[in-house]
């Protein structure tokens, strides 16, 4: 392992009234001011793919944590269950003559250690459990990614990944379906997760 000589750095959760200081000591805005002028498009590619984290995460009563970026993962439970979330969308933010295939990225990676700051010697899926996160909204006029009847989820075990398509890099919405990927409502989220996640460890 690495000699550490400036550990790793904990976040505090922030409230959005944190002041942004000037030179002058003068507060010029807040937290909560860069959150809007950062992070109002929902539908953004990388913004709903935080989302979507975040949605999974209430689901499991996570939502008081603090996500991390770059982790080997994107969530883990409180009983150890390692998750990884995807999303795609039929819409985007930018103009569409017709409306975006589903296509989700599944490729294996190295896992890398927030702690030590070293990589794995060795690919692979990292997480336990795969959740494909389907904003299924397909009118311009009506779309609102905060509206959970817009959304759908399935849920596959890596396990069935790594033994169906090797090192694939990604995978379609009809190709996750012929695997067994377990389709579910918001509300289901946390008890189909964990079904499948007993399926395959023969709970």
């Known amino acids: 392992m690495t000699d550490i000589?400036?550990?790793?750095?904990?976040?505090?959760?922030?409230?959005?009234?944190?002041?942004?200081i000037?030179?002058?000591g003068e507060t010029i805005g807040t937290v909560l001011?860069?959150?809007?002028?950062?992070y109002s498009d929902l539908l953004?590619?990388?913004?709903?793919?935080?989302?979507?984290?975040?949605?999974?995460?209430?689901?499991?009563?996570?939502?008081?944590t603090?996500?991390?970026?770059?982790?080997?993962?994107?969530?883990i439970t409180q009983d150890g269950i390692t998750l990884e979330i995807k999303t795609s969308a039929?819409?985007?933010?930018?103009?569409?003559k017709k409306l975006s295939n589903l296509i989700f990225g599944i490729q294996p990676t190295y896992g890398w250690n927030k702690e030590t700051n070293e990589y794995d010697t060795l690919k692979s899926r990292q997480a336990d459990i795969y959740i494909f996160c389907i904003f299924n909204h397909t009118n311009p006029l009506t779309v609102?990614?905060?509206?959970?009847?817009?959304?759908?989820?399935?849920?596959?075990?890596?396990?069935?990944?790594?033994r169906k398509v090797g090192n694939q890099r990604s995978?379609?919405?009809?190709?996750?379906?012929t695997l067994g990927a377990q389709y579910c409502h918001f509300e289901d989220l946390k008890s189909t997760i964990y079904n499948e996640y007993k399926k395959e460890a023969g709970i």
């Open 5 to 20: 000589k400036f550990p790793m750095i904990q976040t505090t959760k922030k409230t959005g009234n944190e002041p942004l």
């Open 44 to 64: 953004d590619n990388a913004q709903r793919g935080i989302l979507a984290e975040y949605l999974v995460a209430n689901a499991l009563n996570l939502q008081n």
């Open 144 to 162: 609102n990614p905060l509206d959970l009847n817009q959304w759908d989820f399935y849920i596959l075990n890596t396990k069935i990944l790594d």
């Open 22 to 24: 000037n030179f002058k």
């Open 66 to 75: 603090i996500r991390t970026n770059w982790d080997k993962y994107d969530l």
């Open 171 to 177: 995978i379609t919405l009809n190709s996750l379906k």
């Open 90 to 96: 039929y819409l985007q933010t930018w103009g569409q």
């Open 33 to 38: 001011d860069f959150w809007k002028w950062a």
